[in-house]
């Protein structure tokens, strides 16, 4: 056997949906593997909470000591399928200080750690790959670190996280309301039994954060991104959305921002917004994802495809894998941490949006001049307005709702409207108050 063709050695944390997928690739594909990196792939073991019998690999694969595991000297590469955050960090920082490259999926941690886990790859000279964080399958961390590395990228924007994607859609296309749509996505294995993380956006924060971080050669944490939640969203704000020919999505939006004298900034931030119908990020349904990006040269492309699961996630991890193996094997490394831009993050309240405004009011003359009066002080103006009558449970008339679409203002001038119209007394309930996206009217 020459050096080339000397054994990679790969040990696995985690036998979940991803890891039991990686190692029956790294099993039954191990001579195309081995043809592709220019040596063999070989499973030192598997890393598990428990060591038990009948999972699917031999026994004496299994071990529950991690630290020994990624300690050992026959392991190259550690791919790292636990998560949460600790106890991978711990094993992650442990391999990477002893040499070994490092694969992982592990977006919350990614989005917490990435520079010292980055300083750490580099002081060992090592790799650290990480595509399977975003998106699952679908590639996108490596067109922003490679394919557009000589372009100037401006914006990224996606749906990146599949359970809020699939309750919206059901919310949008059946009419149910928000319980509803996460009852179903959770019978369908969509949801977790706690699906906090998704629905209040804490997993697409995280996303955010990494592609903001490639995408601007900037460190942006889960802490920089502003984020919302859809719990919030309604089967009323549907049918608005449709009047207005448009649909409502879960957005990651990462974004550079040029001020008036050329400084540069970074926003990052996660909300519901109304996407119009023609925007090809509307189309994107189900448990779907996909991810637009927006460079100078480049111009406009759009990635989609899965976005989680077992396989998918498991096929952007081989991908990382197989480089990591390469580079072994050749002597060279992938692409290290850019940082070197350093821009400040933006506050949300200089972001400039268009706005959707629905709320309760008085049935009276007046209130509609008194509502339009409190966008004009603040100079929030006004595109477009729907007012319909509201009847109560025996189907009397009791109010009115009105729906204020504006044109683009400032986070800050339309919280402090959404403020005063709270205190007015013909506003009765403020409903609802997303953003549009998409349009820049």
């Known amino acids: 056997m020459t050096d080339s063709e000397k054994p990679i050695g790969v040990a696995v944390l985690g036998y979940g949906n991803v890891g039991s997928q990686v190692v029956r690739i790294i099993e039954q594909s191990a001579r195309d593997l081995a043809a592709r990196i220019g040596a063999p792939l070989e499973l030192r073991g598997v890393g598990v909470r428990r060591v038990a019998e009948n999972r699917g690999i031999p026994v004496d694969k299994l071990t529950d000591n991690i630290e020994e595991l990624v300690s050992r000297d026959d392991v190259d590469i550690v791919v790292e399928l636990m998560g949460p955050v600790e106890p991978a960090r711990k094993a992650i920082l442990t391999a990477l200080e002893q040499g070994k490259s490092v694969v992982t999926a592990n977006k919350a941690l990614m989005a917490v750690s990435t520079g010292e886990l ?10 650290l790959y990480f595509e399977a964080a975003v998106a699952g399958a679908i590639p996108v961390i490596r067109p922003l670190t490679q394919s557009l590395a000589g372009d100037s990228v401006l914006r990224v924007a996606g749906i990146v996280n599949g359970t809020t994607n699939y309750i919206l859609s059901e919310m949008d296309s059946t009419g149910a309301d928000y319980t509803s749509a996460l009852a179903d996505a959770s019978a369908l ?14 997993d697409a924060a995280a996303k955010a954060a990494i592609l903001a971080s490639i995408a601007f050669h900037t460190r942006v ?13 309604s089967s ?22 040029t001020g008036d004298k050329g400084q540069q900034r970074v926003s990052a931030r996660v909300y519901p917004a109304l996407v119009p119908l023609d925007h090809p990020l509307a189309a994107v349904n189900g448990a779907f994802n996909a991810v637009v990006v927006e460079a100078e040269a480049a111009g406009r492309l759009m990635f989609y495809g899965q976005g989680a699961g077992g396989a998918p996630t498991a096929s952007a991890v081989m991908g990382d894998l197989v480089m990591a193996a390469r580079n072994r ?23 400039p949006t268009r706005y959707y405004v629905s709320m309760n009011v008085a049935d009276r003359s007046g209130v509609l001049s008194a509502v339009a009066d409190e966008f004009g002080k603040r100079d929030v103006s006004i595109a477009q307005v729907r007012q319909e009558g509201v009847v109560d ?38 409903n609802s108050v997303l953003r549009m996206e998409g349009t820049t009217e």
Request: net charge negative.
């Open 118 to 127: 980055a300083q750490a790859a580099e002081n060992a000279r090592v790799d």
């Open 189 to 202: 294995g969509y949801a977790e039994a706690d699906p906090t993380a998704d629905v209040e956006g804490y």
């Open 221 to 233: 944490t889960a802490d920089d991104v502003y984020r919302e939640g859809i719990t919030k969203v």
């Open 236 to 257: 009323a704000d549907f049918e608005s959305a449709k009047a207005l020919g448009c649909t409502i999505k879960l957005l990651a939006i990462c974004e550079r921002l």
């Open 329 to 351: 094997v050749q002597g060279g490394r992938g692409p290290r941490e850019s940082k070197y831009a350093k821009l400040p993050i933006a506050p949300i309240g200089i972001i």
């Open 393 to 430: 449970e025996f189907g009397q008339r009791c109010g009115a709702r009105i729906v204020v679409v504006t044109h683009q203002a400032t986070d800050a001038a339309l919280s402090e409207t959404v403020a005063a119209l709270a205190d007015l007394d013909i506003v009765q309930t403020i």
